[in-house]
């Protein structure tokens, strides 16, 4: 089991920025790949970004590009998300997610073919 902790989660004004980072809790992780998923009060839980097991493959939902960074550090067991200019309706619950099994390497942008899921951590920004 892959227990992942969310991290980095506050409040920002408008138009600011925020690192999000997720670490596992008891089992390190490198080989799978990883997401971010958010959910607003309100709303689905939708699709952030996703990022393959070595870093080489990313992949954005149309509201995070050009503002939103995912990455990987293999070596520390770590995923960020580096938010810039963030807007109101970035306001969510933020989620890291990893994958498992034998496609565990290859990213996804569906919620269902991820296997561990961590808390959430609240991103708050006010206009």
């Known amino acids: 089991q892959v227990q992942l902790v969310e991290s980095g989660g506050g409040l920002v004004q408008a138009g600011g920025s925020l690192r999000l980072s997720c670490a596992p809790s008891?089992?390190?992780?490198?080989?799978?790949?990883m997401g971010w998923f958010r959910q607003a009060p309100g709303k689905e839980r939708e699709f952030v970004a996703a990022?393959?097991?070595?870093?080489?493959?990313?992949h954005y939902a149309d509201s995070a590009k050009g503002r939103f960074t995912i990455s990987r550090d293999n070596a520390k067991n770590t995923l960020y998300l580096q938010m810039y200019s963030l807007k109101p309706e970035d306001t969510a619950v933020y989620y890291c997610?990893?994958?498992?099994?034998?496609?565990?390497?290859?990213?996804?942008?569906?919620?269902?073919?991820?296997?561990?899921w961590g808390q959430g951590t609240q991103v708050t920004v006010s206009s």
């Open positions: 008891g089992r390190a992780f490198s080989s799978r790949a």
């Open positions: 997610a990893a994958r498992s099994g034998g496609s565990r390497y290859v990213l996804s942008l569906l919620e269902d073919e991820y296997d561990y």
């Open positions: 990022i393959s097991w070595s870093g080489g493959s990313t």
